[in-house]
């Protein structure tokens, strides 16, 4: 076990979870991970793997066969897992997000349909509020739905769909009108629609197109999609919550938990590019020694270790603030900044450790060299976590009279 990134206080099933993920990862994911990548090979095995942990239900409540475990818990699996391979957290993420926002948002029906499904993880989540023109502002979403009778007709595309491919649930935020008269604010006009379809792509429900992979720099092996709705026909009782125009806080409120999962994941690959840096190091000789001798590849070792070390605590802060109930929306946003831009440069360290030998395919930080900065972007950029954080101390910190 690794001396750093350490978290206390863990209960006895934490621990037992924690151990039985790590070996997982260990011998299931880092042996062919870097392999799979490369050929851009969707992780089958590996899924089928976490399907047996029960990490498809990690968070949802034992009433609906999940493991009803905290936000902690799943941060901390997710940080291991990404140290395998990053592609395998972002498979499980957006499942988790949309079942997270089901058991807070969702009616009885919609819980009793999806969640024991999901926890099983035969049913697979997707989210979908990204379009062709934007991103960071979300309340400028052009995508329509327009009720009729007792379905609402959808209509408009969706961009940067992660698991686009492989889920069958896809939560989708559009506008819609339907009740929000003219001049209504645009966050206040939106609408979670609960979207099944076949996994695959091209017409995987009538009106519902997932035209194929968008070929990536980094984060291969997962699906990520565009989506295209043209007159696509969705039941009224499949409008997340029943309610219409709180599609703007259901989506943000799962972002939120996301942002400590892609904080997580973050953590995970600093921890693995310390770890291949470290390794290294001891390794290679220049000028009659290890490199690890030299005292400028010392004091990279140094500032990489206390990296990893500082994202892991703000990231476990920013869980146990959300699990204890508590708004965490400024440590999660200053964690998912924090962690994915101490990511980008403990990678970059590792990368540079190597040589020239770190630009070659056979080695492992190649690979997590093109996936950091990944991280930087989902869930939110530098900047936007900034506004978050920036507002929130203001809010915190306001002169008084
Ligand atoms: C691999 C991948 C997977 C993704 N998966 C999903 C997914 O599953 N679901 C989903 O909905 N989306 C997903 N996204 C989309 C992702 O959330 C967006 O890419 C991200 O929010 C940024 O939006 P954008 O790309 O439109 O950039 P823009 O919003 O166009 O921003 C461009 C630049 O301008 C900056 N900027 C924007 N506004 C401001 C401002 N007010 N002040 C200062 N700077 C600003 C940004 O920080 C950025 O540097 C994914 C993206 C990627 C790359």
Redesign the pocket.
């Given at each position: 076990m690794s001396r750093l990134a350490q978290t206390h206080g863990l209960n006895d099933v934490q621990q037992e979870i924690l151990k039985t993920v790590r070996d997982f990862v260990d011998k299931e994911i880092i042996p062919v991970a870097t392999e799979l990548e490369h050929r851009d090979e969707y992780p089958q095995q590996i899924v089928e793997g976490l399907k047996e942990l029960g990490l498809f239900g990690l968070m949802i409540p034992e009433e609906y066969g999940g493991l009803g475990e905290s936000l902690l818990t799943y941060a901390l699996c997710v940080e291991e897992i990404a140290r395998g391979w990053m592609s395998v957290s972002g498979i499980i993420n957006?499942h988790f997000i949309v079942a997270y926002m089901l058991k807070q948002h969702g009616t009885q029906e919609q819980k009793d349909t999806f969640l024991p499904r999901m926890a099983a993880g035969e049913v697979r989540g997707?989210?979908?509020?990204?379009e062709p023109a934007?991103?960071?502002?979300v309340s400028a979403i052009s995508s329509k739905a327009v009720r009729d009778g007792e379905e609402y007709v959808l209509n408009g595309q969706?961009?940067?769909?992660?698991?686009g491919g492989t889920s069958t649930l896809v939560a989708v935020l559009t506008r819609s009108d339907e009740g929000h008269p003219e001049g209504t604010a645009p966050h206040k006009s939106m609408t979670t629609f609960l979207v099944e379809k076949e996994p695959g792509f091209g017409e995987v429900r009538p009106g519902l197109t997932i035209p194929g992979k968008i070929d990536?720099m980094g984060?291969k092996g997962v699906d990520?999609t565009e989506l295209i709705m043209d007159n696509l026909r969705i039941p009224a009782n499949r409008v997340l919550g029943g309610e219409t125009g709180r599609g703007f806080y259901h989506m943000m409120d799962g972002v939120e938990v996301g942002r400590v999962n892609v904080a997580a994941r973050g953590c995970g690959v600093a921890q693995r590019a310390f770890e291949l840096g470290v390794s290294y190091a001891q390794q290679r000789q220049t000028f009659g020694k290890a490199i690890a001798q030299h005292q400028a590849i010392q004091f990279k070792l140094a500032e990489m270790a206390t990296k990893v070390e500082a994202a892991h605590a703000m990231m476990a802060n920013a869980a146990r603030k959300k699990d204890s109930g508590e708004r965490n929306d400024l440590e999660a946003g200053m964690a998912k900044y924090l962690a994915s831009e101490y990511c980008k440069e403990v990678v970059e360290d590792a990368f540079r450790i190597h040589g020239g030998y770190g630009f070659s395919k056979e080695y492992e930080i190649e690979r997590l060299y093109r996936e950091a900065p990944?991280l930087l972007?989902?869930?939110?950029?530098?900047?936007?976590q900034k506004?978050i954080i920036g507002r929130r101390l203001l809010e915190e910190y306001r002169l008084q009279g």
């Open positions: 957006t997707a989210f979908s509020m990204s934007l991103g960071s502002d969706k961009m940067w769909l992660t698991n990536k984060y990520t990944m972007i989902g869930e939110g950029t530098a900047e936007i506004m």
